[in-house]
């Protein structure tokens, strides 16, 4: 008998390496095809008839994008939908534009205000060869603040064609002190050119203002208020683009979540309009002329690393214009800045003490990025499954695992829990056969929470990954993606991207006071596979509040500190809790969209009685509420307060 299984374990593993090598070759093989295919892609692009038949294939899209409309609107669903779209775009511009602006009482009210800190905050805005109409605009938008306590700081590199600039920014300078105005010997770029307006600037917190842009009245008025009351020493907000004579004229409102480092990695979200403190540029410098072009993100990197209290004003108080020059209306005027920007990521993790690692550009835009961080070691990874009956689903999912899965360092832990059909036993039989996975036996009525404490009790790996049942392995290294950020010191638990079977989101992390019973949601629920998510959201891997436990890594030391799911918790939230709890310690959730599973969804938990599930779905979602009140009433830090609660989609709330 030993010899039997001596034969079938030598030519399981034979019969692996094999396949794990055919794999590779496979690949391999794509990864080529890939290069190739952007080669030919990039051939084409830059063919001259490629340039000139642009306008062509301009007004063939624009039918293409017309007749789908006409499509759509010819349903009542789509007509609803439309009208929705076009309300909440009315609301948007009541809210956020124009009419958004203080009238003379608030003004008055704003312009009153005694602060309880003397707070001066230079804006910081390099000048070149800025259209006559632009400039006055920007000008007028610091003038007209209704906080005073400002200078506005103007480092001119413009040639002689362009000496109106010089002629109109002294202009301004003879009517308020507040401006200073100082013409360069010669055009230094964006980075030398903010550098000299540092060099002009006294006061004690400092702002970063395209020559292009503008600022909402209040802005100022709004960040001093951060500063006072929550002693903020680095300050963003949400921002608009528009076009033509005003803001009203919206092309994207742009919604951001507070400080998330690892979305600040993978995109400069951020953005405008950064203010700090002084001292946070104590001994560093401003901006680098090397990341010209992605100067501002390479700065943001810096600068908020050393920050001791980064506040997001979630209101939109900067309007970025996009016009030809500008980057606002696409990286293609400025394709410099994907290098630069890869170039700021790459020496910003350098600085944090990681190798090895890659930054590559993702198919949502050429500066959002994906980084690869180099594995530490290969450590074992426990993973539970809880099952009840449901063969099929438990053998798709386990032979997805040791067929698909590249990452070799693993076990799998079966806890079952009052099966009752032959064929799930007569599978357990089978898998006895199999080197890297045990099934140990749950005695009790369905607890998940309590079943996967069982589970990592028998875990002898430094990882665990909590798993569902009715789940498929789709990406061959999920497992080293997912294991890249638990492996991080600052990391507890690292979520998936999971689909339903026709290919749309199921889990693409968790948003807190989202859904009917405002506990937690979904984000991106039921979107298309294919679908990039807001502002590129889907792309790239980011800081979460949870992440779903049907696919949930995190070390086992962090596991055992938190002592697993709260058991209180039996069937729905314990996962949430366990994340939320992870995030009181001081630790990062993340999810990333690269590995990537298929989820039928809660086959695992049997077959209760309608009345009963949602009588304990209610009980449970009353004890996450009360726990977790101050945090729902707060909101999600990475949400965002404009958007909709009702909807998964990020859609505007009003």
């Known amino acids: 008998m030993e010899q039997e299984n001596l034969e079938y374990y030598k030519a399981a593993y034979e019969a692996e390496k ?58 009542l669903r789509g007509l609803r939908i439309k009208l929705k779209q076009k309300k909440a775009e009315k609301k948007a511009r009541y809210l956020h534009g124009l009419a958004s602006f203080p009238d003379a009482a608030r003004r008055q009210s704003e312009e009153n205000t005694k602060f309880s800190k003397e707070i001066t905050i230079s ?41 109106y600039v010089g002629e109109i920014c002294k202009e301004y300078v003879s009517k308020d002190a507040r401006i200073k105005y100082e013409k360069l010997e010669k055009n230094e770029g964006i980075s030398g050119n903010t550098n000299a307006c540092y060099k002009m600037a006294t006061g004690n917190y400092i702002g970063l203002f395209d020559h292009d842009d503008l600022l909402h009245p209040s802005a100022l008025y709004e960040y001093m208020k951060v500063i006072c009351d929550e002693d903020a020493d680095y300050i963003y907000c949400d921002e608009l683009t528009f076009e033509g004579k005003n803001v009203d004229n919206m092309v994207t409102l742009h919604f951001k ?38 100067q501002d993100h390479d700065m943001i990197l810096r600068l908020t690393s050393n920050a001791k209290h980064i506040v997001h004003v979630p209101k939109i108080l900067y309007y970025w214009r996009s016009h030809k020059a500008s980057v606002a209306s696409g990286i293609e005027a400025k394709p410099y800045a994907i290098q630069a920007a890869k170039g700021a990521v790459s020496a910003h993790l350098e600085k944090a003490g990681f190798e090895d690692f890659t930054v590559e550009s993702t198919r949502a835009y050429a500066t959002i990025f994906r980084v690869r961080y180099a594995l530490k070691g290969t ?82 790996g430094e990882y665990l990954l909590l798993l569902n049942n009715d789940t498929q392995v789709i990406t061959p290294n999920w497992l080293e993606e997912m294991l890249m950020y638990a492996q991080r010191e600052d990391v507890a638990c690292v979520g998936a991207k999971l689909y339903y079977e026709d290919n749309t989101i199921q889990h693409a992390g968790v948003i807190i006071g989202m859904g009917a019973h ?13 679908n990039l998510g807001y502002m590129g959201r889907l792309c790239y891997a980011q ?50 969209p690269f590995a990537e599973l298929y989820h039928y969804e809660s086959k695992s938990r049997g077959m209760d009685e309608a009345p009963a ?42």
């Open 257 to 294: 979540p507070d400080f998330a480092p690892d979305n600040l990695r993978a995109n400069n979200y951020i953005c405008h309009f950064s203010v700090f403190s002084r001292e946070l540029l104590e001994g560093t410098e401003l901006f680098r002329s090397q990341y010209n072009g992605s």
């Open 613 to 654: 599930k949602a009588e304990r779905y209610q009980k449970e979602c009353d004890t996450f509420k009360e726990r977790y009140k101050a945090l729902i009433e707060k909101g999600d830090p990475y949400f965002n307060p404009n958007f909709s609660l009702d909807s998964s989609s990020f859609e505007l709330k009003y």
């Open 543 to 592: 800081n979460v509040s949870a992440v779903t436990g049907a696919c949930l890594m995190v070390r086992k030391e962090i596991y055992d500190r938190l002592k697993g799911l709260d058991e209180e918790f039996k069937v729905a939230l314990n996962d949430v809790d366990f994340c939320l709890r992870a995030r009181e310690l001081g630790y990062l959730n993340v999810f990333t």
């Open 123 to 163: 804006i910081l805005v390099p000048l070149f060869n800025t259209p006559k109409k632009f400039l006055i605009e920007m000008i007028d938008s610091v003038v007209n603040q209704t906080y005073g306590g400002w200078e506005l700081c103007l480092a001119d590199g413009s040639d002689a064609e362009h000496a």
């Open 379 to 460: 450590p074992k990874i426990s993973i539970i499954i809880p099952n009840k009956d449901h063969e099929d689903d438990l053998r798709r999912c386990i032979e997805s695992i040791i067929t698909v899965s590249t990452y070799e360092e693993y076990e799998i832990i079966v806890v079952e829990n009052n099966s009752t059909e032959d064929s799930i036993f007569r599978y357990y039989k089978e898998l006895e056969r199999e080197p890297k996975v045990k099934v140990v036996t749950y005695e009790g009525d369905f607890n998940y929470s309590a079943i996967n404490n069982l589970g990592a009790s028998y875990a002898t």
């Open 518 to 530: 405002r506990s937690a949601g979904h984000g991106h629920y039921r979107v298309s596979k294919e």
């Open 18 to 75: 094999r396949r794990r090598v055919e794999l590779t070759a496979k690949l391999s093989e794509a990864n080529m095809q890939i290069e190739d295919l952007e080669m030919k892609l990039n051939r084409i692009k830059n063919n001259p008839f490629w340039k000139i038949s642009k306008p062509f294939r301009s007004v063939m899209h624009a039918i293409i994008r017309t007749k789908d409309r006409l499509k759509r609107l010819g349903s």
